[in-house]
């Protein structure tokens, strides 16, 4: 036990050096795919939450995140440039010359996310299955249609650009350990039991006391709040927002991301962040035209997408429990690992 | 608002809610039998369109032979769906079917979008469908006429389909119980293989219909009439094919309402079959036509 507490240390300490090096000497290309690992493991953390402990399928993510990137957007532009971006129609002015530093803004964009989450989770959550998903997905496109045409908040289809670039790696890792945290005492607390009950079985689980309707809305509420404080990283990150990016692609990313880890593992959502949005900016390439030596190839625009969902499909249907099924990461299995490798090595 | 745009907007609604409707019995179909939504629908009745681009202005084909050809081969095309997506996963959780069903209709989507380009294609209406009626000061395409005709024709061969042959005694009976039809000696992967052959074989006929009226066709176009007819199902009552007519124009009449009434809104057009269906759900959860199902332990 004391053995594995002083590994944990000094891969902390580790992390730490990596981000300290990192955000000095690595370009900007390659921060801002570290930074976007980082996000989509918030996001991926927080819908693996509602859908993978929970078990309640929710497609409203896209819908969370653009609630918290142009709350962090507006909170974080600064009054003379709101007024060149806002165009069209001035923006209203109670939010003018409304301003907060960038990590107090990211939790108020976590809070209105949570609350307008609660809002939205209240009614909703008394549906099951695919109708609880669909009606999710809905949300998510009213709140699209919103943005598009409130045009005094959101700046309507043209979008907020010239966000400041407050994101950076020590706020993104920094928030992936806090949401980690924060989820792993969730789910190996009383509620954590109670919320996999849920997911086993809601009848057995009503029928043992746990009242489903409060549990279901904490999950829910916690699921918003992170998906809204991601959304506010992904803004700031990428400087430029408009409604169309929300769009139910983007909630697929992050679906592709639970599913390929793990439906309910915490380590499982973090490592598949990694890799998925890694692969993703790999297959850019694929659009693009190259020389291989042998042959042209001639870049087939549109072919990373198609790769992309058949990679989602192949995953569902040969390989369901995803990289880790719901086992989480221990120092112990870990060695194991090596152990049982060096064996079969020796077997051969 | 005079007698003459009232009666335009009507057969827009009319137009629009049959094509709803069409699109609508697909899904119904599918869930009564599986419980599930099939998300690739959309994409079926967008393939529809593009098969019919590429029989007339690619192999160029007169209509009237491409259009039937086409019917039949999207219906083939659900059935290959289905195999592909849904059958290996006939026993896994619900949460995996779901996922794949969104995952085929990512791929559709894509596959769209690398063969046929982003960029908006002209779908090949046929001549006749594209003249224009003119009734005093209105004026109106004749394919407005058309597509509750078509829609008519379909809905009662669909009907005899259901409740006369022994094929849809099979669908109703696997509708109803699963496990019994099987003991029973119904073959339950045809019964779902013909199901999903004919819910988009109507959703080929909703698809040239569509394309016939609104002329432009993109690889993204099936998400939005996807979702909204899946809402009209619901609206109707899922699982009950009159329910799914109804819902359809429910839907499309209050679409084309809200635009002709509050043109300010217009913005706003599609977001109401979703605050219709949030609206619906929690009054009545079955729709209007379902019944309510007691919960088995």
Known sequence: MKKNSIYTLVALVAVVAFIFFAQSNLDNFTLRILNLCAI?????LSLNLINGFTGQFSLGHAGFMAIGAYTTAILTISPAMKQMIY???????????????????LIIAGLLTAVIGFFVSAPVLKLKGDYLAIATLGFSEIIRILFTNMSSITNGAAGLKAIPQATNLWWTFGIVAVTTLVLTSLINSSYGRALKAIR???IAAESMGINLFKHKIIAFVIGAFFAGVGGGLLGNLITSIDPNYFKFTITFNILLIVVLGGIGSITGSIIAAFIVTIVDQ???ALDMPMNLGFINYPGIPGIRMVVFSAALMLVVL????????????????????????KKTGGAK | MNLGTFFQHMTNGISLGSLYALIAIGYTMVYGILRLINFAHGDIFMMSMYFAFLGVAVFGLPWYIVFPLVIVFTGLFGMGVEKITYKPLRDAPKISILISAIGASFLLENVATVFFSGLPKVFPVPEIFARVIKIGSVSIQVISFIIPVVTIVFLIGLLYLINKTKTGMAMRAVS???????????DVNRTISITFGVGSMLAAVGGL?????????????????????FIAAVIGGIGNVKGAVMGGFILGMGEILLVAFFPAYTGYRDAFAFVLLIVILLVKPTGLTGEKIAEKV
């Open chain 1, 282 to 284: 790999m297959l850019v």
């Open chain 1, 40 to 44: 989509f493991a918030i996001l991926g």
């Open chain 1, 200 to 202: 086993e079985d809601e």
């Open chain 1, 318 to 341: 040969f390989y369901r429990n995803g990289l880790m099924g719901t086992n989480e990461f221990s120092w112990d299995g870990f060695f194991g690992l090596f152990k049982r490798k």
């Open chain 2, 209 to 229: 219909m569509w394309g016939s009226k609104f002329q432009q066709i993109t690889p993204l176009m099936g998400i939005m009439p996807g979702l909204k007819c």
């Open chain 2, 176 to 186: 109803k119980d699963y496990e019994t039809a099987r003991i029973m000696g119904i």
């Open chain 1, 87 to 105: 165009v069209n129609v001035p923006i209203v002015k109670c939010l003018e010359n409304l301003r907060a530093p960038f990590p107090i803004a």
